[in-house]
């Protein structure tokens, strides 16, 4: 008979908790109802650890908000066939990312929303906040996703549309987001919009015909990454900036904006308050109603547009002074 030494003894032993331990860190509920609360009581059934809710096909009715307030959850479906549908007349935002008071008392960490769709039903709802007019009473804006003051959280091959407000908003403290292959459309404001929100990264985002911009950022929108962004016929510009600094985009095409392609500006008369030190790379705007790019303020400099084409818009770019803007390799068309 094989001796088995206590070193070899430690080792099984060891993995054999490991695999005890990762198995109850990492606990996972399918949902089988077919409305939000079930998914709601599902996150709440999660261990202390957290781990996975996941979703099969079909149409999950919310009558009120999901709420992920919890960190290290993982809420998944099965791509667009998995649909959170907001119920007629609920007024509320579809899924929350983040605690839910008028400002966080805590960050919530390691969330992860994906492979789902998100029907706002804006055509049903009746109020942009949820419990009455907009207000510091009532601060819960009605959007497909809100996330607010998340950190290390993640939104990954997610479809929105049809918020009553926004389809995607970061705020009140986010860091280090990760949203990848999100589309967004038919939302009564932007399709993604982003508030108090540094060092997160943006990629594969797709935007259309929204009523408002593709992208809005304000309220210390810094430091943060865009790859790879598609925003077309949006009811407004392209790209709303203001009190946004040193953000980056690369490989940006915008297209059909019913006013500006991009743009910039500060916060009523505060110049402290502008899009300033925000550089954009190989860059396609075409068919703008206003400039490609407008400066609209002498506080937006030290932005930089590097390798872009403008091509028929009413103007190619334009600027408050002379001299906002550093174009390199610019083509006007």
């Given at each position: 008979?094989?001796?088995?030494s206590?070193y070899?003894l430690f080792i099984?032993l ?10 109850f860190a ?6 089988k109802?077919?409305?939000c609360s079930?998914?709601?009581?599902a996150?709440?059934?999660?261990p ?9 096909s ?8 999901i709420?992920?307030d919890r960190?290290?959850v993982v ?13 007629d ?6 899924l ?8 966080p008392s805590?960050?919530?960490?390691h ?15 009746t109020?942009?906040c949820m419990?009455?007019?907009c207000?510091g009473?009532f601060?819960?804006r ?7 003051r998340?950190?290390?959280c993640?939104?990954e091959?997610?479809?929105v549309h ?5 389809g995607l908003?970061?705020?009140?403290g986010c860091?280090r987001?990760?949203i ?5 459309y ?9 508030y ?18 593709g992208?809005?950022?304000?309220i210390?929108f ?6 790879d962004v598609?925003?077309?016929d ?6 709303f900036?203001?009190d946004?600094?040193?953000?980056s985009?690369?490989n940006?095409?915008i297209?059909?904006?019913?006013q ?6 500060q ?11 925000n550089t954009?790379?190989s860059?396609v705007?075409?068919?703008?109603g ?6 609209n303020d ?6 930089m ?14 600027e408050?002074?002379s ?6 390799g610019a083509?006007?068309?």
């Amino acid at each position: 008979m094989k001796v088995i030494s206590k070193y070899q003894l430690f080792i099984i032993l060891s993995s054999i908790l490991s695999v005890i331990f990762t198995n109850f860190a990492f606990a996972s509920i399918q949902v089988k109802g077919k409305s939000c609360s079930d998914i709601q009581n599902a996150i709440y059934q999660l261990p202390p650890a957290g781990g996975e809710v996941s979703l099969t096909s079909g149409i999950y009715t919310c009558l009120s908000p999901i709420v992920i307030d919890r960190n290290n959850v993982v809420l998944r479906g099965e791509g667009n066939a998995t649909i959170l549908r907001l119920g007629d007349q609920v007024n509320a935002p579809v899924l929350v990312m983040g605690m839910t008071e008028a400002v966080p008392s805590a960050a919530i960490k390691h969330v992860k929303v994906t492979h789902l769709m998100i029907d706002g039903n804006r055509d049903n709802q009746t109020q942009e906040c949820m419990g009455g007019e907009c207000s510091g009473e009532f601060p819960l804006r009605n959007n497909g996703i809100s996330i607010r003051r998340c950190v290390d959280c993640t939104v990954e091959s997610v479809e929105v549309h049809s918020a009553i407000s926004g389809g995607l908003v970061t705020e009140l403290g986010c860091r280090r987001l990760t949203i990848r292959d999100y589309t967004s459309y038919n939302n009564a404001f932007d399709g993604l919009a982003g508030y108090e929100t540094e060092d997160s990264t943006f990629s594969g985002i797709n935007l259309y015909d929204n009523k408002a911009a593709g992208i809005s950022t304000d309220i210390k929108f810094n430091n943060n990454k865009f790859y790879d962004v598609t925003i077309s016929d949006n009811k407004s510009v392209g790209i709303f900036m203001r009190d946004s600094s040193d953000n980056s985009f690369t490989n940006l095409h915008i297209r059909n904006s019913q006013q500006h392609g991009i743009f910039l500006a500060q916060v009523n008369a505060d110049p402290e308050t502008a899009a300033v030190g925000n550089t954009f790379t190989s860059v396609v705007i075409s068919n703008s109603g206003g400039a490609g790019i407008q400066a609209n303020d002498k506080s937006c400099i030290n932005n930089m547009i590097v390798g872009a084409q403008y091509i028929n818009n009413r103007s190619c770019v334009g600027e408050a002074s002379s001299g906002l803007l550093e174009n390199v390799g610019a083509i006007c068309r």
